[in-house]
């Protein structure tokens, strides 16, 4: 049976659980169970993280934990019983491996390894806090480290910051909200300071600064690798100063025997010291690492004579240094050792030993030699900081290593109280000694001793370095042969201060013979001793000591022999008589210089200090003794501190009248010593000796005396430095008097206890009497009184020893209350003042509460005035946190009620007035951006919301009430409401919190809520009725609003477990602020209109938050706003334009959701059920206008939602593009929201841009173009435009858009804006921009032809499935593909951005079952563009860079094949039975567009059959054929001719396999011929398409021929044959094929001069002009098989003959009418070729062309060329100025290629064209309709009903296509030759074609209006409109000879292939005489 249970109530899973049964659950190990009952071995309950899932699991799958139970029942709370770290540390890794996995999925590979680093060491340290074996000390230290390493990952995981104390997370109900802030504050610094944040928590006000942390250098000597010396060596490490030129620390020694090893075999691999106590200013000195080497052995290292080998004698031997500027920042950022290595220098010269390390430093490379090679030291070093003990924790195996402790010479920054030292250092400076009749100089060596009074040699008082252990004796190195030795070296004699006194040193000066017995003689020695006769020790200075001679036999067995001699000048000045006979004579020339610096904290080299321990000795000079110790160091003082303060007071006692002052000054001097950083150690000594040592009972009266004395004359005196002084000194003179008073109290049972307190009292009255003097007008007095106020506070506590709290705040009442208030001081003084009033806060003394009810209202007072003033913000901050954080504390007590209301009283107002002010200023700064002055800094704004949200907390509903109630009137009521509520909207608006203060922004929150519940009925009950106010009531539905939609309070975006904790700690506080919205909403009554329309969009935000109760509340609140505008205007339009407005902004900035959608149609039905709602108004109008209204809004909500989740998510860009071009299209044509639809517009123009799509930008940016006018209308700035005109705005938009295209390619899109621009421009006569776009435009028609574009794929897509967004849901689009982009990489793509998507794998159209289905499948094949404009496209004389543009832009059409067999497949020839379904789906919009792609609108299904299809594939291969024979014969293909190789023989040899010939068999059967006689006419047209092949594969060939490379000849050969072949094997089938060539073998149908006379003739006769439409037309003026009446040998092809095509145009982009000038068809000839092609011109003379030719080439290539017209020339003039280029022309002729066969475009004979008899050369004349076709567009139609008379209508008739581009000009080309024609030329041009057009009439209509420009995406740019005729322009008559006229413009296509220079020769003057 399951029983409840007791204590098993939480568990840890140990392993993990795959429920089996139905009621089990499943776990995961490490998830923590909560359990509810137990029943034999199982457990039911739930895991924490599903609380809501509650099964079975069994009991030994748990480890228990203990816990603590809350709220026993079902819904009990249950908390583990551990360390709250550890319950932290379980819940943050948990939360944070959901998101550490994120980071990887994000590719956030860095931080996803890092936060892995951080968890294992987050779970190691937890393991080390559960295993319960750690100190205290070690505690605090895993603590420390998991809280750093806690927040860190929060922080760079984007969670909350946790606000601690002591390394706890802290209970924020527990503390004021001030005390929350600092945490906050603390803790974000902790993170960003992880590495100092050990160090304790802020100090208190007034506390000195913190202890400077020390620093510490760890040498390691490695290696030595000088291997050369081969003898010992000892190595010496100090530090050295540069600037100073002095070493500052002792030496480290290491002594290494002659292999290199240390020489002491215990020490290898421990060669290391620490250089302890360096400050920070010794890191900044110039500091150098020293090194010096001195050997030990012979004395010269290269010479064994000198000296015998058993003699051994220490020898310098090199230097090394290092910079430490060099490694400093190394070492500093290192937490490990890093290796140096450093080169040892020899010195030259032994006389500059002592100073080689400068010379080093300094680079005299003459002093020094450098070593041969590289190595030499090897040290490694590290940096520590911290004081010893921490070092030794942190570090324990550096001290395990036996480290040498290396000290300063000096004494450290900060000296401690227990460091007992005392070292003296001794420096062998120099000596002078005499050669001593020596012919050479000697080898002196020293040797010390340190002896004791009684002569005993001391032993291990001589110290080398640290390192090695103490000497009895130290010989010092030899330098050779030199009487005036310089060692400099420094040795250190610690020794025990009780042998100090009576010791003396004794030098002994030997030389060191280099003889064969090596002896060392002493010949001289020196002595000094230690101390003084007067207890002084030996002045740190030089000393000259004399030298005394001696032999080799001296004994110093009697010490005493030469202690009484003098030891130096000064001591044989103080001695008064010497004995005659002296044992040692002084040696008068030789001296011997030593320095000696004193490190002792026991002995002392100070005379007036030893006066003053010794006064009584001298009891007449105690007044000077006490005015001197004024000058002894601090050093000296604080060693000495005890004794000196018993003498003091020793002499204070034996004349207290006489020595009172003195001793006064002297303690004060004393006490102020300690305040300096480098002695605050020593206050606690002090502490000790007031304590415990001090004796003074009757000292306190003239220490009361003394100091009112001081405080009375502060008025009088001018210098007022021992004043001040003194009152720096308050604190301890107090300590001092109350221990002196207790002392007295115990001796005499408390005896004079009233003097002692009247005394105090008048004390005080002298300290307010200098704090009330005005120091205004005395700078020295403002010192005085800031040193008084800064003491002041800490005396309180001395004086709660003698009296009561309420006496103790009484004095401190009057004192603070004697300050003058803030007007009548300067500001330095001020913020002094605060500061004392801010210690008084934290003093024990304002804690009791009986003081605080004495003290809070003079504080608050002095508060009050300067936030009133706006003075020293930050400071009176930190008094209100600090009173706040007691109150809070204490809260508990009655009292606290009062205070708070003291303050509500005091500070409310006048602190929302403060923070208003601050906030304002920080936003101006922030706008500024300029230097933030401090009181403007988010930090002082978040202290002063601290406060006040702690005030406000601290209030209860009797605070709130009476507050109301103490308002005079009812403005001072609203505005304090306004500034509360606009402090309020401001914590909402501006982040006064970081995002992360999680914590902070709840309890915000909490206490603002909390306060508006207080503060509404107070809003209601007085701003209701008559006296209702707009501004208030406003400002409370604004902060409402915010309220609701604050990150913060989003509960959504949180996980479960934290979304619990908040509901359970406060709720849901976003319903809660709605209920009081929805309430003060319906006390409006009336005043509802009032917040029409103002109110919906901020009430429409509040719908959007994601909670359905927030949405039920607030609905019904739009519903009453529609209601009210309707009564008041009879419809809501207001309502619903704000609506949309709203929806739209608020959508896209990513809140709503679909649920939202379907709660909007809440509305609808708000309508039916509550008719009740409706009573005064006519129900059925207001219900259909509303329901409409809510389905369009509904509508709306659905594109908005795809919109704003395209634009949340990762998606891809086309999701987005699609997305909004779905909602743009919706603003246009469903709601017409102008404003929006633009909006959008420039938001998928910008999408477009971001992903490279120009075209597309430019076509939906004119998508606003077209909705402008050429108006001067003014415009308002709007978006990114400035203010400006609407047509400014146009033509800025124009050339944006004629930008876009030419970057996207498009230009012949963006040639018709150049028009419409220009136009403007030249209406305007603004010429500048007018060329300025002619040049634009002119170089568009050179891209064109000059520039490679590809032709993009399109590609079908279909989206089926209901989990698609809305817009593709279901529907099939076609895309237009990326540049190189084939079906696998679209179908890829798309996968990608749909990566739940099946792909279908065939083409047919779904089911229902998956429209359907909630999933999504994605269908895509490739489809092929169908274009509309064919005119362009059938036109042979188009360059293909033309045509490629027309082929896939402007398509609205798209096909795809199916091959399919119907009937049974004809198995012999399977083109019988093949038939193709055709689907061809027509789009919304032609592509390109404003989007890449559009939505399939309509498909057509249409079945082509056998026949049909054969044409089809006929003909696209041979215009294949025709393309790239095309592009090889103009070079356009270089070099490599596979492609023609293999595409040539894929033809024919497919027709010699089956091919065209498998068609012929199909096809050309007389069965099929019978049995399908409506088929005849295709069945004609394909003979003539294989006829036609035929042609283009001998053309093909010819090239084939002429590019072919040797090598390949034998494929060529073979191509011919296989050629022949498939001819032959045509010819059955298509009669007169044989025929076509000239000669039996030749492949070419080739022209021959008879048959161009035969042409010509014929042309002659039928009265038609041939107009060629392509170079290569002559070419296909060849023989050809047809029913032609010419002779069938050398006839032209009748279809050619008979019909010059009626739409030969030249392509333009159609034009306005303004610009519809007569544009004329130029001919074009073929371009220049390299290789000489004869075999269309066999008999071309000379390289001339004949007459006949010429004339021809006359006729029909130039007749047509003229230049651009101008409208203000004559038609004849226009005839008359032609030029042609001669050379140009003669490359031409001689150079043609083969040209391609063509087939007809159409079979209308020509028509007779009677000449004009008043224009002789009006067949040049390019003005002729005939020829030209049209001025403007280039349509020519050759049909009669072009020439008869002038339509009655201006318009002509516009040709079936409507425009195709020209090229643009090249400006340089402009100036040409004139040309001048000959009388014969005139007769041949003229000749019989002339008479033929003599009826032709020249009419030019001008039509003045502009139609407007074709909207681009309807109308494509193919060809343009017919030619407008000028009214007006009648033409003139025109005489015979013709008038030079300059050449037309150049048309940069590549077919007149002339050079500028060419061009530049002498024009055609040769006649034409033959013929």
Known sequence: MWTPTEDEKIGVVICSLRGSLTQSLVLEVGETVQILEKCEGWYRGFSTRKPNVKGVFPASYIQLKKAIVTNRGPHETVVPLEDPIITEVTATLQE?????????????????????????????????????????????DVKRHITVRLDWGNEHMGLDLVPRKEFEMVDEDQISVSDLYKMHLSSRHSVQQSSTQADGRGQRHGEPCRVPVPHHLLVNLKSFTYNSIGEDTDIFFSLYDLREGKTISEKFMVRLNKNGGPKNPEKVDRLCALFTDLSNKDM?????????????????????????????????YGCAVLAMSD?????????????????????????????????????????????????????????????MDQLRRENP?????????????????????????????????????????????????????????????????????????????????????????????????????????????????????????????????????????????????????????????????????????????????SCSSLPSSLVFQRSAKENFWIQTQLSSTKLTQNVDLLALLKWKAHPDRVMDILGRLRHVSGEEIVKFLQDILDTLFSILDDNTDKYGPLVFQSLVFIINLLRDSKYYHFRPVMDTYIQKHFAGALAYKELIRCLKWYMDRSAEVVRQDHIQEAMRALEYLFKFIIQSRILYSRATCGMEEETFRCSIQELFQSIRFVLSLDSRSSETLIFTQAALLNSFPAIFDELLQMFTVQEVAEFVRGTLGSLPSTLHIGQSMDVVKLQSIARTVDSRLFSFPESRRILLPVVLHHIHLHLRQQKELLICSGILS???????????????????????????????????????????????????????????????VSCLLSLLRQMTDIHFQRLVENFQSKDELKEFLLKILCVFRNLMKLSIFPRDWNIMRLLTSNIILTTAQYLSPALHKNFTEAEFDFKVWNSYFSLAVLYINQPSLQLETLIPAKRKKVLDKYGDMRVMMTYELFSMWQNLGENKIHFIPGMIGPFLGVTLVPQLEVRNIMIPIFHDMMDWEQRKNGNFKQVEAELIDKLDSLVSEGKGDENYRELFGLLTQLFGPYPSLLEKIEQETWRETGISFVTSVTRLMERLLDYRDCMKGDETENKKIGCTVNLLNFYKSDINKEEMYIRYIHKLCDMHLQAENYTEAGFTLLLYWELLHWDERPLKDFLHYPAQTEWHRKEGLCRKVVHYFNKGKCWEFGIPLCRELAFQYETLYDYQSLSWIRKMEAAYYDNIMEQQRLEPEFFRVG?????????????????RGHDYERLEAFQQRMLGEFPQAIAMQHPNQPDEAILQCDAQYLQIYAVSAVPDSLGVLQMDRVPDRIKSFYRVNNVLRFRYDRPFHKGSKDRDNEFKSLWIERTTLILTHPLPGISRWFEVEKRELVEVSPLENALSVVENKNQELRTLISQYQHKQLHGNINLLSMTLNGVIDAAVNGGIARYQEAFFDKEYITSHPEDTEKITQLKDLMQEQVHILGVGLAVHE????????????????????????????????????????????????????????????????????????????????????????????????????STIRVGSPSLPDKYRHNREMLMLLPPHRDRPSSAMYSNIENGQPTNLQRALFHQVMIGPCKPCSDPNLSVAEKGQHLSMHFDAFHHQVSDLPPALPARSLRKSPLHPIPASPTSPQSVLDGSSSTLSGSASSGVSSLSESNFGPPSSSCDPPIGPLDSAPISAVDPEDLDYQPIRFSGSESEVVGGNIQQDLQNIHYYHHYIPHLPPLYHLHHEPPALPPKPYLREGCIPEEDTQTPMPRPMPRKISQPIIAATKEEQAKVAWETGVSEE
């Open 327 to 387: 490694v400093l920042q190394t070492i500093s950022e290192l937490k490990e050792e890093k290796d140096f290595v450093l080169k040892v220098y020899t010195c030259n010269n032994e006389n500059e030993w002592y100073q080689i390390h400068e010379n080093i430093i300094r680079k005299s490379s003459t002093k020094y030699t450098a070593p041969s090679t590289n190595y030499g030291l090897i040290i490694s070093l590290q940096l520590l900081r911290g004081d």
């Open 96 to 140: 944070w491996a959901l998101l550490w996995k994120q980071l990887y999925v994000k590719h956030k590979v860095d931080l996803f390894y890092k936060v892995r680093h951080v968890m294992l060491e987050l779970l190691d340290l937890r393991r080390q806090m559960l295993s319960g074996h750690l100190t205290q000390e070690q505690s605090r």
């Open 882 to 944: 600090s009173i706040f954080s007691i109150i809070k504390s204490s809260s508990m007590d009655t009292s606290v009620q009062e205070e708070v209301e003291m303050m509500v009283e005091s500070l409310l107002d006048v602190l929302l007035q403060a923070l208003l002010s601050i906030m304002s200023k920080s936003q101006s700064q922030e706008a500024v951006r300029g230097q933030r002055c401090p009181q403007c800094t988010a930090e002082i704004t978040g202290e002063y």
């Open 397 to 573: 195996l550096i001290f395990s290593r036996g480290v040498a402790m290396t000290r300063k010479l000096g004494f450290p920054d900060v000296i401690m109280p227990g460091d007992i030292r005392n070292d003296l250092y001794l420096t062998l400076e120099r000596g002078d000694f005499e050669r001593g009749g020596k012919s050479v100089q000697k080898n002196i060596e020293v040797i010390v001793y340190v002896l004791y009074a009684d002569g005993e040699i001391l032993k291990e008082c001589i110290s080398l370095g640290s390192g090695e252990p103490p000497l009895p004796e130290h010989r010092s190195f030899v330098l050779y042969h030199n009487n005036s030795p310089r060692w400099s070296e420094v040795i250190k004699l610690p020794i025990p201060v009780d042998r100090f006194r009576g010791s003396h040193l004794r030098f002994e000066f030997r030389h060191c013979s280099t003889k064969d017995k090596g002896e060392k003689k002493l010949f001289g020695f020196s002595f000094t001793p230690l101390m003084r006769e007067d207890g002084t020790t030996l002045s740190d200075e030089s000393h000259e000591l004399y030298v005394y001679k001696c032999d080799e036999n001296t004994l110093f067995s009697n010490h005493a022999l030469y202690l009484g001699l003098p030891c130096c000048k000064e001591d044989f000045n």
């Open 1359 to 1375: 989206f089926y499935g209901r989990k698609f967004p809305f817009f593709l849901r279901n529907k099939e689009f076609v895309c």
């Open 1602 to 1701: 002429k590019l072919v490379h040797p090598e390949m000849r034998p494929l060529h050969k073979k191509l011919i044959d296989q050629f022949q072949m498939m001819r032959s094997s045509l010819c059955q089938g298509l009669p007169g094929l044989e025929k076509s060539g000239s000669g039996a073998n030749t492949p070419r149908g080739i022209m021959s001069p008879e048959s161009f006379k035969l042409m010509h003739r014929h042309s002659e006769t039928v009265g038609s002009l041939l107009i060629l439409e392509h170079p290569e037309d002559f070419y296909r003026m060849q023989a050809s098989p047809s029913s032609s009446s010419l002779s069938s040998t050398h006839s032209a092809p009748s279809q050619m003959i008979n019909s010059a095509p």
């Open 284 to 316: 900044k000195r110039d500091l150098y690492i020293v090194s010096q080497v001195i050997r030990t052995g012979r004395m010269l290292l290269n010479d064994s004579k000198k000296g015998p080998p058993h003699v051994q004698y220490r020898r310098p």
